[in-house]
Structures are given as structure tokens and as C-alpha cells.
Antibody, heavy 121, light 108 residues
Framework: QVQLVQSGAEMKKPGASVKVSCRASGYNFAAYTIHWVRQAPGQRLEWVGWINTATAVTKYSDKFQGRVTLTGDTSASTAYMELSGLRSEDTASYFC??????????????WGQGTMVTVSS | SYELTQPPSVSVSPGQTARITCSGDALPNQYGYWYQQKPGQAPVLVIYTDTERPSGIPERFSGSSSGTTVTLTISGVQAEDEADYYCQSADSSGTSLVFGGGTKLTVL
């Protein structure tokens, strides 16, 4: 079965960077995009961006452009999200989600468990 | 930036029908998706491409689309349906995705 397993919680100081991993199993990693979504405590879901895991082409939300970098390692079936210049407002759970098969549009049928990133001095 | 608008809360009694709307200017040309999220858990896809239901999602969940609004309908609401519901779509270019503000469904 499809599984996305993310790395553990992180605590960072303002101005630092964080790199979250998302290890995929149960399917051909290079056949589907990986998206990243974040959710601050008690707030809405917020789309961060996506990576085409076969070509490494990326698309970022305007809000995160310049601060986020999405990468993938097909040999390890793992996607990564790195966010730099952390500030307190970046405190959130970060989720990876797999894109859907043809005909399902932009749906996210599979999600990782989420990684809590806390930014505090 | 593009936004999707949902009511903050909807309350229904068990067995009644709950309807949650999501409005956005690009919805006539972009599909809508719906997710259920319970506290401390990742979202679960309940409707894709406006009206389709993934396998394993109960038949009481359905979706519809009309103009600039997509609607999630839960018929015969059960206590276990109490959760936050988020709509998702894309902007007019189709390249940037966006989520609505979420609707808290309370089962009285």
C-alpha cells in the first residue's frame, strides 16, 4: 500500500533553515508528483509547492518563493522540503502529499503524517 | 492572491443533511476537491473533481458544482463526521493550488 513517512519534529531558531523528508513506498516514486502543504496551529491548510519527481521541475506558491526549495532523490524514493529564513510565523505542521493518477486532477489521495516545525528563540 | 471562501462553521443534528459551500472566481474552470480533517490527523480526500468519491468514502458524501461555487453534501450525518472540512482548487492559470479557510462541522 502507498505510504508517505515523514521525518520527526524539529525545533529551530529564527533565521535558521529546516529540511523535512518524506519517504515514499508502495508505488513508483518517479511516477507521481509530491506536494507540500503546511498548517499553522488552528489555521487553514496552505499549499507550499510541488515537485515533479521524475524531472525535478518545481512550482512554488508565491508566498514561499525564494525561501523554499523542493528536491527529490529517486534512488531513495524520498522528497525533501527545505525552508530558510525561519520566523515564528513558520511554526506549523508540514505535510507531504502525493499527486493523483490521471483523471483525478489535482487531488491528494495520500498524505504523510506531518512534521511539526517550531520556530522559537 | 486567489482565495476560496467557506463558512467558518456548520451545525446539524444526527441524521440531517449538512451542506458546506466553497466559492471562488475560478471554480467555473477549475475542479474542486474536499478533505476531511480530524484533530491531530492528516487530511483525508472525500471528493475529487467536483463530484467523484474515492473508494472507501461512505456514499453519504457527495459533491456538486454550480458556477463559482462547489458544495459538499453529507446526507444522514453521523457523529463520526464531526471534523474540519477544506475545499481545494487551482487559480485561473491552473498552476497554483489553494485551500479554503475550512469549515468546522459540528454534530449536535
Amino acid at each position: 500500500q502507498v505510504q508517505l513517512v515523514q521525518s520527526g519534529a524539529e525545533m529551530k531558531k529564527p533565521g535558521a533553515s529546516v529540511k523535512v523528508s518524506c519517504r515514499a513506498s508502495g508505488y513508483n516514486f518517479a511516477a507521481y508528483t509530491i506536494h507540500w502543504v503546511r498548517q499553522a496551529p488552528g489555521q487553514r491548510l496552505e499549499w507550499v509547492g510541488w515537485i515533479n519527481t521524475a524531472t525535478a521541475v518545481t512550482k512554488y506558491s508565491d508566498k514561499f518563493q525564494g525561501r523554499v526549495t523542493l528536491t527529490g532523490d529517486t534512488s531513495a524514493s524520498t522528497a525533501y522540503m527545505e525552508l530558510s529564513g525561519l520566523r515564528s510565523e513558520d511554526t506549523a505542521s508540514y505535510f507531504c502529499a502525493r499527486g493523483a493518477r490521471l483523471g483525478w486532477g489535482d487531488a491528494f489521495p495520500f498524505w504523510g503524517q506531518g512534521t511539526m516545525v517550531t520556530v522559537s528563540s | 492572491s486567489y482565495e476560496l471562501t467557506q463558512p467558518p462553521s456548520v451545525s446539524v443534528s444526527p441524521g440531517q443533511t449538512a451542506r458546506i459551500t466553497c466559492s471562488g472566481d475560478a471554480l467555473p474552470n477549475q475542479y474542486g476537491y474536499w478533505y476531511q480533517q480530524k484533530p491531530g490527523q492528516a487530511p483525508v480526500l472525500v471528493i475529487y473533481t467536483d463530484t467523484e468519491r474515492p473508494s472507501g468514502i461512505p456514499e453519504r458524501f457527495s459533491g456538486s458544482s454550480s458556477g463559482t461555487t462547489v458544495t459538499l453534501t453529507i446526507s444522514g450525518v453521523q457523529a463520526e463526521d464531526e471534523a474540519d472540512y477544506y475545499c481545494q482548487s487551482a487559480d485561473s492559470s491552473g498552476t497554483s493550488l489553494v485551500f479554503g479557510g475550512g469549515t468546522k462541522l459540528t454534530v449536535l
